[in-house]
């Protein structure tokens, strides 16, 4: 088993829908959560970052923590085609300073139909 | 502003040639990074430089030497390759938080290497 599993998808949505991306893990340590989205050819960039459990919102994005059932998502709300991406879960056990204990996810696809 | 340049964007090489990938970013960024990516495996940590003058592995560091020549810039070497080598390489850059804390990463937009 993967420490970190993603549904690699492809994933499409109309526009204006709201979509969930999720990664499960096998890790309990994992304190640490981050969501990147990665366009065709480009590098991934940092969309959110949460530590624990709970929710944290930022614009259209929503990213959950459920550590019991060791489960993230992520929520976007009103999606756009510009949404379309991979989007990309990594996670870490410890407060690093050099991320060198990030794990990621395969990543799902998304693409966003107008 | 570049932030994190990657050159070559794409590259073929024999099996057994050598070659040097590299990066350069200008954010003055402490810590640099190289990474792998493979179809259904997500990014994988080769090597990262903490600060100027330091280099330690990653998860997947065999095959590979890196240089931190300066504080903006960070090589990555193939000695001999292999088709295993085959993927897209990818440098960040973030900043140190000595007193801890993940710090978001900035990735340059990769270089696709395959190796025949």
């Known amino acids: 088993q993967k420490e970190v599993e993603q549904d690699p998808g492809p994933l499409s949505v109309p526009e204006g829908a709201i979509v969930s991306l999720n990664c499960t893990y096998s890790?309990?340590?994992?304190?640490?959560f981050m969501w990147y989205r990665q366009y065709s050819r480009k590098g991934p960039e940092l969309l959110m970052y949460t530590y624990s459990s709970g929710n944290k919102e930022d614009g259209r994005f929503t990213a959950q923590v459920d550590k019991s059932s060791k489960y993230i998502s992520l929520f976007i709300r009103d999606s756009q085609p510009s949404d379309s991406a991979t989007y990309l879960c990594a996670m870490s056990a410890i407060r690093d300073n050099y991320g060198q204990n990030f794990v990621f996810g395969p990543g799902t696809r998304l693409s966003v139909l107008p | 502003n570049a932030g994190v340049t990657q050159t070559p964007k794409f590259q073929v090489l024999k099996t057994g040639q050598s070659m040097t990938l590299q990066c350069a970013q200008d954010?003055?960024?402490?810590?640099m990074y190289w990474y792998r990516q493979d179809p259904g495996m997500g990014l994988r940590l080769i090597y990262y430089s903490a600060s100027e003058g330091t280099t330690d592995k990653g998860e997947v560091p065999n095959g590979y030497n890196v240089s931190r020549l300066n504080k903006r810039e960070f090589s990555l070497r193939l000695e001999s390759a292999a088709p295993s080598q085959t993927s897209v390489y990818f440098c960040a850059s973030s900043e140190t938080v000595l007193v801890g804390g993940n710090q978001p990463q900035h990735f340059g937009d990769g270089t696709r290497l395959s190796i025949l």
């Open positions: 954010m003055n960024h402490n810590s």
């Open positions: 890790n309990s340590a994992f304190q640490y």
